[in-house]
């Protein structure tokens, strides 16, 4: 027997109470054990249908989006630039250098 944490017990129990329809509820619950016999039998020919119609549902996909033509410009995406260490070791060493000239120095 394997240990299930009681905080996903009292999880899935309490969606599967107020969400009679969650199959994610009623998967958990009847691979773990926690509902009554009769319920998990009937339960366990539904789960078995639903992974059939699954299956058979997996060939006709539909297609996929069309791909984006080249050199068109892409709304709302942003590529950030990656920093590389140089880049932080180089600003480090700055620092330590007195990069910050003018701060808390006063003019002569």
Do not use: N
């Not at 989006?65 to 480090?92: F, H, I, M, N, Q």
């Amino acid at each position: 027997m394997h240990f299930i944490p009681l905080y996903s017990r009292v999880f899935y129990e309490t969606l599967l109470r107020q969400r009679p329809d969650s199959i994610m509820a009623k998967d958990w619950c009847l691979a773990y054990g926690v509902m009554e016999e009769s319920v998990a039998k009937k339960e366990y020919k539904a789960q078995i249908k639903r992974k059939e119609a699954g299956k058979s549902s997996a060939g006709s996909k539909s297609p996929p989006p069309p791909a984006a033509k080249s050199g068109s410009k892409k709304t709302g995406s942003k590529k950030k630039k990656k920093r590389k260490l140089e880049d932080d070791v180089a600003y480090d060493a700055g620092m330590d250098a007195g990069g910050d000239e003018g701060i808390g120095v006063a003019a002569l």
